[in-house]
C-alpha cells in the first residue's frame, strides 16, 4: 500500500541514507501539509526521531515558502511533506513546492494517491504531469495502484536509479 511505502522510504531518506537525496549534519526539519492523508500524519512519530516536524497550511504558499526558508538556514535539510491532491485540502501546487525545494536545498515529497491513473494525458497522475512527465532530483513522489487503477499496492518513484536500487534492497 502507499501506506507502507511511506513507511519505507520516510525514515531511511530522513536518516540520510537514500542515495541522491543528501540530508544535511544536522538533520531534517519536515515541513507537513496539516492535512496531508492520515497515511503520513501517522509517521509523524517516527518523523521527530529525525528531526522536528512542523505542520503548515500548504494552501498558502507563502506561509509554507517562510518556514521553509526560515528552518533550511543552518546545517538542516527541509522536507516538504504533501498529499498532491489532498482528500481533505484541494490540490497543491507542484512547480511551486519543487521550485521552493530547489531554492532551499530541500526536498519535496508528494503523495499522488489520488492523482494516479486519474491525471494527465497518459494517466500519470498529478504530480508528474504537472513537472512535464520529469522528477526532479529533489522530488519524490509515491501514489496507490489501489485508487483508480483497481489493484493493490502502492509505488515509490525516485529521481536516481540507485535510490530504487537501494530502497527495494532495503
Known amino acids: 500500500s502507499v501506506s507502507a511505502a511511506h513507511m519505507a522510504t520516510i525514515p531511511i531518506l530522513a ?10 549534519p544536522g538533520g531534517p526539519v519536515f515541513v507537513m501539509d496539516r492535512s496531508a492523508h492520515a497515511s503520513l500524519q501517522s509517521l509523524r512519530g517516527i518523523m521527530e526521531q529525525f528531526g522536528e516536524t512542523i505542520r503548515a497550511d500548504f ?19 527541509v522536507i516538504l511533506v504533501c498529499d498532491s491532491i489532498g482528500s481533505m485540502g484541494g490540490s497543491i501546487d507542484i512547480q511551486k513546492l519543487t521550485s521552493l525545494a530547489d531554492e532551499i536545498d530541500g526536498i519535496a515529497y508528494f503523495d499522488d494517491a489520488h492523482g494516479t ?13 504537472s513537472m512535464g512527465s520529469r522528477l526532479s532530483k529533489r522530488t519524490i513522489w509515491t501514489g496507490s495502484l489501489s485508487k483508480a487503477f483497481g489493484a493493490t499496492g502502492g509505488f515509490v518513484s ?13
Open 15 to 24: 536518516a540520510g541514507e537514500l542515495p541522491g537525496y543528501a540530508i544535511a
Open 59 to 77: 494552501q498558502n504558499f507563502d506561509s509554507v515558502a517562510s518556514i521553509c526558508r526560515e528552518h533550511a538556514k543552518g546545517d538542516r535539510t
Open 117 to 129: 491513473s486519474v491525471f494527465g494525458s497518459k494517466g500519470e497522475g498529478f504530480v508528474l504531469s
Open 158 to 170: 525516485l529521481a536516481n536509479e540507485e535510490a530504487a536500487s537501494f530502497l527495494k534492497r532495503y
